[in-house]
């Protein structure tokens, strides 16, 4: 183990990547979500009658320590919160590094892992820092996977069991805000997998697992009841019942669901400029869906879950994160929209999976054949696997190049919303809500923006700073 060390400067790598695009992808000018965050918490960061609200956990507890280091030491840049997520995926790599390092993952598997870590298709997200606490978040899920692993496996560590009633506790109510509902839905499931198998087995109550299992319901109901204290609602397009809808335009209903395993493939802007049908997206999208029902079979058919749970729970949660972004943006009638950027953290966790098991079942393949027909089977099923692998990789590495070429645009595009910025006293209030795209749709869109800048150009904060 101690001569595959070096695997850990992989990350470093990735951070450096990631570091270099933003950098050479944006001009530090608030825009978007962070127009909302200006008026909502900006100046005094310190009030806590702005943080002492009923939907506190919807609202990211650490968020507010960041933005009060921020507006501290930082002047509010963007660039703070953009560091902090491209770090935060680099500690989510060195996790998955160690994971290979220690269960002796192939090379060749480790690098397709670091590539779809680091993989562009998730641009949106980097280059809007406001959305850095997420990638810390599913680092702390990977953590908590981890130490699960240890204790699966007869490995545990000192302070493990402890850390496994603690960990719920902080991701939930202080990290991972709306993606704590598919991590609690995944730790009850391996929970519960696990009690059922210990009943089976020796016909007993495994009572750890149960307090585990408790241990993650607590703070997700808390979760829950913070987000029934939201007073700002978003509007849908539609307000009809999912099933009803399913019923009524099932082309539709069925498209979204494959396009989001598509956007795995190839990212959904570079999809939208190669592809004039549909075909092609639901092609990808098939082989993705493919990649699943193949890893989850050789899960139960060779039994790795012994061997390791880690990669099962990736894939699972891979799988629920797509059908919950389908069940809740089905409402914006846009089959599209399941492949936008922002999406592809919660969707890459699955094919973290999938390459995982994919890389248990390649060795283990040889040892659970046999007969006659086992040289055809085996080869057959390594055919399947690398086929998917190829296609998963091509097609990140494609929407990555695609987007290393689209960065000196999206840079020229801050750089003229940071010169509107400045002179925002003579423009209109739709060509701010425009420029900074800030809900467009709404009247009052434009007035928000202007209310964003005039907090930061009388604190001299972010494009005003001095």
Known sequence: ???????????????????????????????SDYIRLVNSYLPDVWDPDRFLVGDILTRIPLNYVARIINTAFFDYRIRFDQVLGVLSLGLAAILLVSYCVKKEVGLVWTLCLMAVTFSLNKWEMMINGSGWIHFLAFGGFYYHYLVLERLWTGREKKGDSLRCLLLPWLLTLAVAGPYCAIYT??????????ILLTWRGERRLDRQYVFYGISALIPLLLYVWSNAQVTEKVGVVVDVPFARQFLDTPGYMIRFFVKSFASMAVGGECAQAAF???LPYLVLGALVMA???????????YRLWEESIFPLLLTGSGFLNHLLVWYSRWVFMNEEYGMSSRYALQFQVGILGILLTFSLAWRRLPARQA????PKAKAGARAIMAAIVVAL????????IEEIKKAPLRKEACMRRAQIALDF???????LAANFEYRTSRPESGAAVRSALEILKKNKWNIFRE
């Open 425 to 431: 006293e003579n423009r209109t209030d739709e060509e």
């Open 371 to 374: 007969g006659g027909a086992a």
């Open 1 to 31: 183990m101690n001569n595959r060390r070096w695997l850990y400067f992989l990350p470093v790598f990735g951070v450096a990547f990631g570091l270099w695009y933003v950098k050479n992808s944006f001009v530090d000018v608030v825009y």
């Open 185 to 194: 839905a995944v730790l009850g499931l391996a929970y519960g997998f696990r």
């Open 291 to 301: 990649g699943y029902g193949l890893a989850f079979w050789f899960q139960f058919q």
């Open 276 to 278: 004039s049908s549909d």
């Open 393 to 400: 990789l091509a097609g990140n590495g494609y929407t990555t």
